[in-house]
């Protein structure tokens, strides 16, 4: 019932993105990848949906290898929100996020279908935005907006490319809370690749940690965030920060 990881490489010309990457992630559980810009966050997201093809390794999900999925069958069962997405066509933010109900519909949206996308807005606390051209939107609305299409989908997974870009303080917390929420009430597998290390250790399980393409650490976060691997990894020293039942880091200066 989970997703099992193995020694997963991808390559272009230019050279080796991602070597030897593995991990696991059973439902129930959120899932942070976390690593500098250009660690290969996104490629890994890529390949685990199968929009690339791994030069080695394996992405097996409930007992079967992806490819061996048909698109509408991995549809039933992953959603995915990549990160800036562009070339949204004109259409009411409600149409957008029916899109998600796709791998559910038959000739024409049942009234589940209408119900749950309503719910997703809703869950987003978007309902306002409806009506509204999803071409004219912000970036943060349209970020909230795609989350919401993937929350139609109702899928036991959920892969997010930095879910919470562009979006502000409150809202980064009220999406991370909706993630942790879906993991612990729903039973989803939800894995999100996240900059913020103190949001992926106040909400994770568990934490992938990248450093220049291979897998640094893999674990709690206690056990893979912490000053050693915060300095080794993104070259920043940092103080440790605790207080009200939380923990978290300071950033102090860039390490030499």
């Not at 869950?123 to 509204?132: K, M, S, T």
């Not at 930095?162 to 980064?172: A, M």
């Not at 691997?229 to 939380?246: I, P």
């Amino acid at each position: 019932m989970s997703l099992a990881v193995q020694g997963l490489c991808f390559s272009r010309p230019s050279g080796r993105i991602l070597s030897d990457v593995g991990f696991d992630l059973e439902p129930g559980q959120v899932l942070a990848v976390a690593g500098p810009n250009g660690v290969g966050k996104t490629t890994l997201i890529r390949l685990l949906m199968g929009l690339l093809p791994p030069c080695a390794g394996h992405v097996n999900l409930r007992g079967k290898e992806i490819p061996h999925y048909s698109r509408s069958a991995l549809a039933r069962l992953v959603a995915y929100v990549p990160q800036g997405m562009t070339g949204i066509f004109p259409m009411k933010v409600f149409d957008l996020v029916l899109l998600g109900r796709r791998p559910h519909l038959a000739w024409r949206p049942s009234r589940r279908d209408l119900e749950r996308t309503a719910q997703a807005l809703f869950q987003l606390g978007i309902e306002g935005l409806a009506e509204r051209d999803a071409q004219r939107l912000s970036g943060g609305q349209l970020q909230k907006v795609l989350i919401a299409r993937a929350l139609a989908q109702d899928t036991p997974f959920l892969f997010l490319d930095e879910p919470t870009t562009s979006l502000d303080l409150r809202h980064q917390l009220e999406v991370m809370e909706l993630l942790r929420g879906l993991a612990r009430d729903k039973g989803a597998g939800v894995l999100a690749s996240l900059h913020d290390v103190n949001m992926a250790r106040r909400f994770a399980d568990k934490v992938l940690l990248l450093d220049q393409g291979r897998t640094y650490g893999f674990g709690s976060p206690d056990e893979i965030l912490n000053e050693t691997s915060l300095r080794e990894v993104y070259g920043v020293e940092v103080a440790r920060l605790s207080g009200c039942g939380l923990t978290g880091f300071l950033p102090l200066r860039a390490s030499v």
